[in-house]
């Protein structure tokens, strides 16, 4: 059967009974894909334009700037600060927010950390700083050397800090003159605070701008509270009878003042 089957269908198909449909299983000529327009990058924005005139006017400008360059970044640095503190500089969520947030989930109140109560500095440890300071008068530059070397000495990542004086040999800081200029300019600071002791705001005022240099200068917060313990070690010798006490807590009181004022202007 399955011999006469075979043959039968071979016969057909020499007849032309059995065709195949060539258009079923003909697969047409794929189309050439038609040209497209080129992708054009965008264009680079063009270079700004500074003109000869420009950059005289410039480089004029900034040499009348020189003398004032500490307390222009001060400034600058004080005017960003109160405006971040009153909220100026803020990022627009909805500008930048691709698909509407769900109301966040009621939460505990997260209560600020409280800021430190201000440190008490009486009337009669004004008149014992004032009293014995003028004792040291005289000897301001050797305190303050003496001063800054057992600060170094106790803390050397401290001396890290001062490029001037980073890997500098002991014997050698005991002759620079450029330590002896930087303990004058901290003696000349408390001089000032002294000067101006009864007036709290002018005391303050100057205070925040040292603070406020000081961070210019990637000074770090927990740096500041160091210097009162070595000033009080330097002076201690200096003042002799006079020392007791009273004199001791007296100033380390009036550099607990110094270091909350200087302090609250580098953190917020």
Known sequence: MGCIETKSRKTALLKGQYQVDKKKYSQSPEKAPEPQDEISEPEKPPRPEFSEKQKNLVVQTWNILRDDLAKIGVVMFMNRKTALIKGQYQVDKKKYSQSPQKAPEPQDEISEPEKPPRPEFSEKQKNLVVQTWNILR????KI?????????????????????????????????????????????????????????????????????????????????????????????PAIGDHWNQEVEEAWSDFFKLISFCMKEAMTF
């Open 138 to 141: 005289d000897d301001l530059a």
């Open 144 to 236: 303050g050397v003496v001063m800054f070397m057992k600060l170094f000495e106790t803390h050397p990542d401290v001396q890290d800090v001062f490029m001037p004086f980073k890997g500098m040999a002991k014997e050698d800081m005991q002759h620079s003159s450029q330590l002896r200029a930087h303990a004058l300019r901290v003696m000349d600071i408390v001089e000032k605070c002294l000067a101006e002791i009864d007036d709290s705001n002018k005391v303050e005022a100057m205070l925040h701008e040292l603070g406020s240099r000081h961070v210019m200068y990637n000074a770090k917060v927990d740096y500041i509270d160091l210097i009162g313990p070595q000033f009080i070690w330097a002076i201690q």
